[in-house]
């Protein structure tokens, strides 16, 4: 197969030599077993315009671009590529040799300015002065290699040199002139012929100046007076600056686009104090022509003062453009730092294990991740857990064998805070080069996110089968006494016993049953946002009320101890769902006297302070167990119970609790000292700043205050009516019983009822129509109309809300409900009941 390297394409000369070259005998090896850091370095040299130069590895295997081959002779040029460092620069290597050394061993990056390192070159020893960098090229296992960015700057050197010389000389030849000048019997004609020789010295030294000047690999220019007026400036400064007209011209006239960025100020600040300035790195802004967008390079200089006669008379700057190289680096920053950025956003650790001798080196973020950051392997062993650990050891082992990989899930405690972390943990077995296992390197990655979300998803399964068989247990269990109940009513239909027996069981599972389907209804629409609450001024002594009248039987029927300490009628209001608020709170006491043992307790206790109001019931049940509490709110979820199942019901009254206190916005929670001790789940809502009875109530929503109303019952039904007549008056209300509707509108005009049960299925004349009737009379006009019907349907009820009627049940009515609504009708003035205890009046 041909293999074809990405990194070692293009390149010039020095590219196609890499690919040429038979790697696979040197210490390196194949390039496709190159480290990436190498392959990515070599791919930065080769890119590069300035010359670079590369030492990798111990034994500093050398890599160079075609701008670094202009600087060497064909004593090295293409040997030096991929041969050790000591052997080809070994006359040099005492001043090299150290330095290198000094990056290896982790000392940092180093500087060299103008410095003499002699080499050979086309045959003869040449004194080079060098400006290079050693650069450390390394990543988290250390350093690698050394990076060396330089510049041949020989002819700087010597034109600087140069100039110094003839400032000297210009210096010595005019203090010569003024001592020539001082001395008696010096001719006038000796003198001219002396200044003609003087200038002609200088300008055979300026011109050689400016060719030296104009060989120089960097840029040089010449500034003249106080306003940095062009004299010369070299073909490198041409380009860096582009291609525009600069002698005669000031700094500020010639370069208008670098106004702003600062060098100005430094030429104007040489010139006055006559210090030299010297700055590496710095970012310029330049235009090549007038009309094009601004470029940035980066630059090394020097703002040398030019001295004659003790003064300041013009400033040489001298420069390399550093772009390529600060380029680089910048690139290389950048992508170390999204390297790590990355690993850390991915919760990912990379390491290096050294197989001989233990030692492990981890990136930076491994404490953030592991909780502690170790150097020997072994120790990491010990927060392992051991199940996972061994079975990590069996896939190590083959990989080992075979020279491969090995990927494993494995459970670490974390040493500063003892925290489960699961980590993915993926490894590589490295060899030497003689095919020996050296290291393993590899990745582990943060999974604990996603095993608790996979744990979750299971507990949600789980929880879904357990309400699966629940439901199908609690639906199936009352049809078998229903079905018995109907063969004993098809066995014996004219036995009056066996048929009340019959109908009390079937109505009690019926009742069971239909309570099952409203609490699966109930949670179903408040979790898909259906319900909207009906929010009034709502008394909680009310609600109280009504919930423990829901709840007596089951307390009653299990022989538990009810104590309540609730706020006197009137004194605590909320802004709710009456309705809903009683659900809630009949929830907390059904599901207290349901996880009781028989003869327990249970209080209820309401509380109020500042602006919040506190509705705890307590028990001393079973209670919770730690590991259901967190969970003990969410649907399907239920305390263990005995395989009889004699508490009954879905999981969902305390999930359906939640949400409804939630609508309200308001809170509840749980608490419980443990299994056996009992529990107490409380309730917070925000309370109502005015009294109950502050709002404008209409007719028929006033506060009862205790006193019998005055009931019209009117149903053709005679057992019905009779059967709710009982009903009625049991709750203290005088009833007046009527069959016939026109009988009930003459009744209404003697007996003026506060309200009246209509049934809407009536001879003659339907409730709807006897509604209008009776809303239409004197006496009964301001009565609150309430249809008790067996039609159930939208519009059945939409009609009856037409003809008047206030409030709607249909048959069987919930009588709780139905007392409840009676209880918020405030009486007539003058025709309350007196008597505690309710009768009926016969129509």
């Not at 790195?281 to 003790?310: C, K, W």
Request: aromatic share 6%.
């Amino acid at each position: 197969m041909r293999l074809t390297f990405d990194f070692l394409s293009n390149g010039g000369e020095l590219g196609a030599l890499m690919r040429a070259r038979e790697w696979g005998t040197t210490p390196l090896g194949p390039p496709e077993h190159w480290p990436t850091l190498l392959k990515s370095t070599i791919r930065l040299i080769l890119t590069s315009r300035h010359p670079m130069f590369l030492w990798w590895g111990g034994e500093l295997v050398q890599f160079y671009n075609d701008a670094y081959r202009l600087t060497m002779g064909p004593e090295r040029h293409p040997g030096a590529l991929g041969q050790r460092g000591r052997d080809c620069w070994e006359e040099i290597w005492p001043i090299i040799g150290p330095q290198i050394e000094t990056v290896m061993a982790g000392g940092g990056s180093t500087w060299h300015e103008d410095q003499l390192v002699p080499v050979t070159r086309h045959g003869k020893r040449e004194d080079v002065w060098w400006t290079y960098g050693y650069s450390p090229i390394e990543d988290h296992d250390g350093v690698h290699g050394v990076l060396v960015v330089c510049n041949d700057v020989t002819a700087q050197h010597n034109a600087k040199a140069a100039l110094e010389r003839m400032n000297l000389a210009l210096t010595e030849q005019i203090a010569q002139r003024e001592h020539a000048q001082r001395l008696e019997g010096i001719q006038t004609g000796q003198r001219l012929r002396a200044e003609q020789a003087l200038r002609e010295q200088r300008e055979a030294e300026t011109t050689r100046l400016r060719s030296l000047f104009e060989q120089a690999h960097g840029f040089m220019c010449i500034l003249r007076g106080p306003q940095h007026v062009f004299e010369f400036a070299n073909s490198a400064y041409l380009r860096l600056v582009g291609e525009r007209a600069l002698i005669g011209k000031s700094v500020r006239e010639a370069l208008p686009d670098i106004v702003g960025q600062g060098f100005f100020e430094l030429l104007d600040a040489v010139y006055a104090s006559g210090k030299p300035y010297k700055a590496g790195d710095l970012r310029i802004e330049l235009r090549v022509t007038p009309d094009s967008a601004p470029v940035h390079a980066y630059i090394d200089f020097v703002y040398q003062p030019i001295m004659e006669n003790g003064s300041v008379s013009g400033i040489f700057v001298q420069g390399f453009d550093v772009t390529d190289r600060t380029m680089a680096r910048q690139a290389l920053q950048r992508s170390e730092l999204r390297l790590k950025e990355g690993m850390k956003v991915a919760r990912m650790v990379v390491w290096d294990w050294d197989l001989a001798s233990n030692e492990v080196v981890f990136s930076d973020n491994a404490p953030e991740l592991f909780g502690a950051n170790w150097t020997d392997m072994r120790h990491v062993w010990d927060y392992l857990d051991p199940d996972d650990l061994r079975r990590m050891e069996l896939g190590r082992r083959d990989a080992l064998q075979s020279h491969g990989s090995y990927g494993e899930v494995v459970r670490l405690r974390r040493p500063d805070n003892g925290q489960t972390v699961w980590l993915q943990v993926y490894g590589t077995v490295v060899a030497d080069q003689a095919g020996d296992a050296h290291c393993i390197r590899g990745v582990s990655i943060d999974v604990s996110a996603r095993k608790r979300a996979e744990e979750s998803l299971r507990e949600a399964g789980r929880h879904k089968d357990e309400f699966l068989a629940m439901l199908s247990h609690e639906l199936r269990n009352p049809l078998a006494p229903i079905r018995s109940a109907a063969h004993l009513l098809a066995m014996a239909p004219e036995n009056a016993s066996r048929v009340k027996t019959s109908s009390v069981i079937i109505e009690r599972q019926v009742n069971h049953m239909t309570s099952l389907i409203n609490d699966l209804l109930d949670v179903s629409r408040v979790n898909t946002g259906l319900v909207v609450l009906d929010r009034q001024l709502i008394d909680l002594h009310q609600v109280v009320l009504e919930s423990v009248e829901q709840t007596q039987p089951l307390i009653s029927e299990r022989g538990h101890v009810l104590s309540l300490d609730v706020p006197a009628e009137g004194e605590v209001a909320v802004w709710g769902d009456r309705k809903r608020l009683v659900q809630v709170l009949t929830n907390l006491l059904h599901n207290a006297a349901k996880y009781t043992q028989p003869g327990g307790r249970i209080s209820l206790e309401i509380s109020h302070h500042a602006d919040t109001v506190e509705l705890h019931v307590r028990d001393n049940g079973i209670g919770l167990d730690a590991m259901l509490m967190p969970h003990i709110f969410d649907l399907f979820t239920q305390e263990k119970r005995s395989s009889d199942r004699s508490q009954g019901g879905l999981g969902l009254g305390l999930a359906l609790v939640r949400s409804l206190v939630s609508l309200h916005g308001g809170h509840v929670t749980a608490a419980s000292p443990g299994a056996g001790e009992g529990a107490t789940f409380s309730v917070y809502l925000q309370q109502h700043a005015a009294p109950p009875g502050a709002g404008g109530a209409g007719r028929g929503t006033g506060q009862h205050a205790g006193a019998g109303l005055r009931l019209m019952l009117v149903d053709d039904n005679k057992d019905a009516a009779n059967a709710m007549a009982m009903v009625l008056e049991s709750a203290g209300h005088v009833v007046m019983v009527e069959h016939d509707p026109l009988r009930a509108l003459e009744s209404a005009g003697s007996f003026g009822p506060d309200a009246c049960l209509l049934d809407i299925g009536l001879p003659g004349m339907d409730g709807n129509e006897l509604a209008r009737r009776l809303r239409a009379s004197t006496h009964a006009r301001a009565a609150t109309l309430i249809a008790v019907t067996g039609y159930g349907n939208k519009y059945d009820k939409a009609s009856a809300v037409q003809a008047g009627f206030d409030h709607y049940f249909v048959k069987p009515a919930n009588t709780a409900e139905l007392i409840g609504v009676l209880a918020r009708i405030k009486p007539h003035a003058g025709a309350s009941c007196s008597s505690p205890l309710g009768e009926r009046i016969e129509g």
